[in-house]
């Protein structure tokens, strides 16, 4: 028992961090209908600039806040200088920008800072005895901080979204953005906004995976797809959707390595199995509003 | 100050390389309802496109005396003049508070006030404002069309087609209701249409559109009794 | 009312907006390429073809050591890089089937890519039981091949069918996963028995046959020295089931087919409409892409003699790579891939001839950064001087813009600088191709949506433009087959 609460409280850990990644996903998604394929990169990269800012001698929170406005500038850059200019010739050219995106970046990253780990530290104790019992299961402050960062994200972001006209401009964008120019609303500055904002959330989502996981420049290609992943099972146009699906797929992670011994190192199959059935029985994810385009 | 609210002299407008307006001129005085009438593809939705600065346009176009050289969407909401778009153009994923409240995002301060008025003249809405308003009939869409671009607190509407796929005596209400609102409000309006018989009747003048020409102008009346556009639009019969 | 408004001032428009719903009208074609006019002569083009193309020849010859001949000998690692390129090219012909004919986008061919380089080796290792085939279950390695191809063919068809009734990202989504799927089923050691785990499959080397052919007495020897040599096999090898299978890809294309395939990708409903069958004909596509990708990996397996699961070529980087040859050759061309793959190598090899030689670091970044500040300086100027009326007469639009673009250029020349005080703690300039070829992807998606081979098409249509044409066949019928990645 107390093993299954410490892999529960491990599989909501690394799920917060899918979740991060999948909310700034579907940020994306909402306003401008494509999948930002670069969203894992450009975290890495932040994660980089945020280990460089720590040996410089700042701390830590800071430079966390620093490489999340670094990876608000560039996702803001991506929109503007990369998708827009193409987002009305066809949906592959918008993708193919963004996976020479994903590529720059990440040969960027590896260009810079080389392919040898570095370290981040992290923002909650990770000493060897800072953990608190429930039971007999001992669980890390790191797991319950990584947790709780979620969700200040989600808080945060339901206050934006409900509370204000920035928050009313961005949901009305992402229903319609004729309508919205016809109310005055800056659809341009609205979009290069939406993706500033996931750019950040992925950032954030990469320094804080990066402590435990050891910072290297494929740091987030593994999370980044099962963030994709989550991001289709909750819904691609859903951010309760983004939250749930990366919890679940976080949750199915730990308990897969944990429980079912054979299936440890096929994690990336079970995936496929997953996102397979997703679309084969409901391509508009658990939360998401049932207009996938069928062909 | 000329006298007219709004002023428009060799309009020009089109998609691409295809011009689509070929110079046209018109006016609408303060606390006027005029109505531009046209059949399908004669330019009507881009007559309006480019008065509220949706596309690239060549010509004057005054307001209130003051020239909107070509200008963005936003710009020409702060000088007071509100779009009602073809097909209604509701955010239907969000409530129909939340769509009273986006068409008020040019302006500044509390709105609550609006809010509450606009309830008031369509007590339909008041009922179902938190429902998406994806979720309303088409009449009540286009009620919160209506609502959504008075909102703004314009001096000028412009009404695209309001009585598209709209049942004939949701329409007539939907014509009495715009006819009220300039009686209340002062407020000037230009519409353009399809629905000859209706609009006809309810407009101070009116303009003929035809392949991106104005081809007959005067007073609805004087429209209503011509021949040709009795033939044109009101299927000869009158 | 407005206190924006003054008398006699209007409203510009600003030509960097593009928050307009539609277009607008501007010197440039709708498709964002410039237009071209013919008016200039022959010998202007032939001037630019020698300008570019002299230095190019000579750094190909150069990366592929042709320069050899001339001095007496082979370079060997030279001839192995043109097999690769052929093998490459194959590959891609496969990803331009489905992505560039067909129009459904796949990041994930390098999985067939693996699957038939694994399928070249554990048949010829003779690491699995096929009672009826093979000598002693060790297959003859040209016969793995077809294997090869029909395996993909399969899986194709299996992970195609659900990820193909759904829009674009949802299949390049599906296919990135896929990648890694199918590489963690490489590497699963329950199998360890048939692909080797973790390490791979080391096999024998494959000794090429003596002649590339023996007809009657009339021979060709495989090395132009007299020793069969593999590198050269493998080029006329693969050589030559490219050009096959060019050819069967046009025939395809021909073919009802391939006419299917083309109108699904430029407008699925109107295709639907008249009667294609969507989801058999993106299926059939996508598993005949997967087949001839994998028919590029059963050579590419039997060119190296071994295969493991983390070879780049396998993962993420190789699906990618295989994208980029795409594009720079040019989508739904049929000489595209050959020219995309030959262009990939050839860059590749040469940055990584430049990562390897760590003194030159220093120069390339002070270079870099002379580039880059130059760039954001004209850049500011340019915007300054478009835009001085604006920012005299309208403060609050036009300063607050030119004070973005600065501050903005500013914080991306403080983000280089941090970058260069990353490098000096052991940053290798190992990621350079990577660069290069991310910034292509992005630059060809925006400027030469056509790629090398397409744009080339279109420069010539421009020659055969000059001398008037009857109007009917004019632009449509000389305008490259399919010009679109995807879509309208």
């Known amino acids: 028992m107390s093993l299954f609460i410490q892999r529960m409280f491990d599989g909501l850990a690394e799920g917060s961090i899918y979740a991060l990644l999948a909310l700034a996903l579907v940020v994306i998604f909402r306003s401008t209908g494509q999948l930002n394929f670069a969203q894992g990169e450009i975290g890495t990269l932040c994660a980089f600039f945020a280990s460089t800012f720590t040996l410089s001698g700042l701390p830590v929170w800071v430079a966390i806040l620093l490489a999340m406005a670094i990876g608000f500038l560039i996702a803001a850059f991506v929109e503007r200088v990369v998708v827009r200019p193409i987002e009305n010739r066809n949906p592959g050219a918008v993708i193919v920008a963004l996976i020479g995106v994903f590529l720059a970046v990440n040969q960027l990253s590896a260009m810079f800072w080389g392919v040898d780990a570095r370290s981040l530290p992290s923002l909650f104790p990770t000493n060897a005895d800072s953990f608190f019992r429930i039971g007999d299961a001992a669980i890390r402050w790191e797991r319950v901080g990584i947790i709780g960062v979620l969700a200040v994200v989600v808080v945060l972001l339901f206050l934006l979204f409900n509370r204000t006209k920035i928050g009313l401009a961005m949901r009305a964008v992402a229903n319609n953005q004729e309508s919205s120019n016809l109310v005055g609303i800056r659809v341009g500055n609205i979009l290069i906004l939406g993706w500033g904002l996931a750019g950040a959330i992925g950032a954030l989502a990469a320094v804080m995976l990066a402590p435990s996981a050891g910072l290297t420049g494929t740091l987030m290609l593994g999370p980044f797809l099962y963030a994709s992943v989550a991001a289709v099972l909750g819904g691609l146009d859903s951010p309760v959707g983004a939250v749930v699906g990366g919890l679940l797929i976080g949750l199915l992670k730990a308990f897969l390595i944990g429980y079912v011994d054979f299936l440890s190192d096929m994690l990336f199959p079970v995936m496929l199995v997953v996102l397979l059935s997703v679309l084969l029985f409901r391509p508009a994810g658990l939360f998401g509003t049932e207009k996938v385009e069928r062909v | 100050m000329s006298e007219n609210l709004l002023e428009v002299r060799g309009l020009s407008a089109g998609y691409g390389q295809i011009e689509v307006l070929h110079s046209l001129d018109f006016h609408v005085a303060d606390g006027e309802i005029v109505v531009i009438l046209g059949a399908n593809g004669a330019g009507k939705t881009t007559t309006m496109r480019s008065v509220s600065g949706m596309i690239q346009r060549s010509g004057d176009v005054l307001f209130d005396g003051n020239r909107i050289g070509s200008a963005r969407p936003d710009a020409v909401l702060r000088v007071g003049i509100s779009q009602v778009p073809q097909g209604r153009g509701t955010f239907t994923d969000l409530t129909v508070e939340d769509n009273l409240r986006a068409g008020a995002y040019s302006v500044k301060g509390s709105i609550a006030a609006d809010i509450d008025r606009w309830y008031d003249v369509f007590p339909r809405l008041a009922e179902r404002r938190d429902q998406r308003a994806g979720s309303l009939s088409g009449g009540e869409q286009q009620m919160l069309a209506i609502a959504r671009a008075m909102m703004n607190r314009p001096k000028l509407l412009l009404c695209d087609e309001p009585s598209l796929g709209l049942a004939p005596i949701i329409t007539q209400n939907l014509f009495k209701i715009l006819g009220e609102l300039r009686d209340e409000m002062g407020m000037a309006l230009l519409v353009v249409e399809q629905n000859a018989g209706l609009s006809l009747q309810l407009c101070d003048r009116a303009y003929v559109l035809e392949t991106g020409h104005i081809v007959a102008s005067g007073t609805g009346d004087e429209l209503l009794n011509d021949d040709t556009v009795k033939q044109a639009y009101l299927g000869g019969a009158g | ?488």
């Open chain 3, 1 to 488: 009312m407005s206190d924006v408004h003054h008398e006699g001032d209007s409203v510009t428009l600003d030509d960097g907006e593009v928050e307009m719903a539609t277009e607008v009208v501007s010197g440039k074609s709708a498709g964002g390429l410039p237009v071209f006019t013919p008016q200039h002569g022959a010998l202007h083009w032939l001037g630019r073809v020698l300008v570019f193309a002299l230095p190019l020849a000579y750094l190909l010859m150069r990366v592929f050591g042709v320069t050899g001949i001339v001095g007496g000998g082979w370079s060997n690692s030279g001839l192995g890089l043109l097999a690769d390129a052929f093998i490459i090219a194959i590959a891609v012909m496969g990803v331009n089937l489905i992505t560039g004919y067909t129009g459904q986008l796949s990041i994930g061919h390098s999985a067939f890519f693996a699957i038939g380089a694994y399928t070249g080796l554990v048949l010829t290792q003779g690491r699995v039981s096929t009672p009826f085939f093979g000598d002693e279950n060790v297959w003859d390695p040209g016969w793995t091949i077809p294997v090869a191809a029909a395996l993909c063919f399969l899986v194709g068809c299996v992970v195609g069918l659900p990820a193909l009734r759904l829009k674009g990202i949802y299949l390049a989504l599906t296919t990135l996963v896929f990648v890694e799927a199918v590489r963690s089923i490489l590497k699963y050691e329950k199998f360890e028995d048939v692909t080797g785990g973790a390490t791979g499959i080391k096999g024998d080397k494959y000794t090429p046959p003596e002649y590339v052919f023996d007809f009657f007495g009339i021979k060709l020897p495989t090395g132009l020295d007299g020793r069969a040599d593999l590198n050269q096999w493998m080029i006329y090898l693969s050589l030559a089931l490219l050009l096959f299978i060019m050819l069967m890809v046009s025939g395809i294309m021909r073919s009802r087919i391939g006419r299917a395939m083309v109108a699904t990708r430029d407008n699925e409903l109107a295709a639907e409409v008249m009667g294609v069958n969507l989801s058999v004909i993106k299926t059939v596509a996508f598993g005949l892409s997967g087949a001839i990708t994998g028919i590029g990996g059963a050579l590419f397996g039997l060119k190296l003699g071994l295969v493991d699961a983390d070879v780049p070529l396998f993962g993420l980087f190789g699906a990618i790579t295989l994208l980029v040859a795409m594009v720079v050759g040019g989508a739904a061309q049929n000489w595209g891939p050959m020219v995309g793959a030959v262009f990939y190598v050839f860059v590749n090899e040469i940055a990584r001839s430049i990562g390897e030689a760590p003194a030159d670091y220093e120069a390339v970044f002070t270079i870099t950064l002379i580039v880059l500040v130059a760039v954001v300086m004209v850049v500011v100027a340019r915007y300054v001087m478009q835009h001085r009326n604006d920012i005299r007469a309208n403060v609050s639009n036009g300063a607050w813009k030119a004070v973005l673009v600065v501050v903005g250029s500013m914080s991306a020349l403080v983000a280089a600088g941090v970058m260069l005080l990353g490098i000096s703690d052991g940053g290798k300039l190992d990621g350079l191709g990577g660069v290069i070829f991310g910034v292509l992807l992005i630059l060809f998606a925006r400027f030469v949506p056509f790629g090398a081979v397409g744009t080339f098409r279109i420069f010539r249509s421009r020659f055969v433009q000059i001398i008037p044409k009857p109007p009917s066949e004019s632009r449509a019928a000389k305008a490259p087959e399919g010009v679109q990645v995807q879509g309208r």
